[in-house]
């Protein structure tokens, strides 16, 4: 995607991810989420109605797509499902994993994914 066209559509995806945010337990910022798209850290998924934040992490042993912000509409996120995971394919990854409120896993488990864990946070002070 031409970088004025990323642009103009991260902007326009802009209130979606800022929502998707308030979940990450303050891990990314906007700021975060721009440098990572414009420095190809992370891939913008841009939808009519919705957007999807991926990043490709690596592991010793595996190559995974990590979805890790989504916003809009559930069903324009859940269209997008087939078309993320044969770019990731393409990429390498043998796997996606997608971190996420427990309230993912009903819309999730008819396409395919499975609850792997939960994960808890504490702050430490």
Known sequence: MPKDIQVNELERCRPWIEAALKYTGGTHFWEDIVDGISASRMQLWPSARGCIVTEIVVYPRKKVLNIFLAGGELEQILDMNDDVGKWAKSHGCETAIISGRIGWK????????????????????
């Open 106 to 125: 009903k819309p999730l488990i008819p396409e395919g994914w499975k609850l792997m864990y939960a994960n808890f946070q504490k702050e430490i002070k």
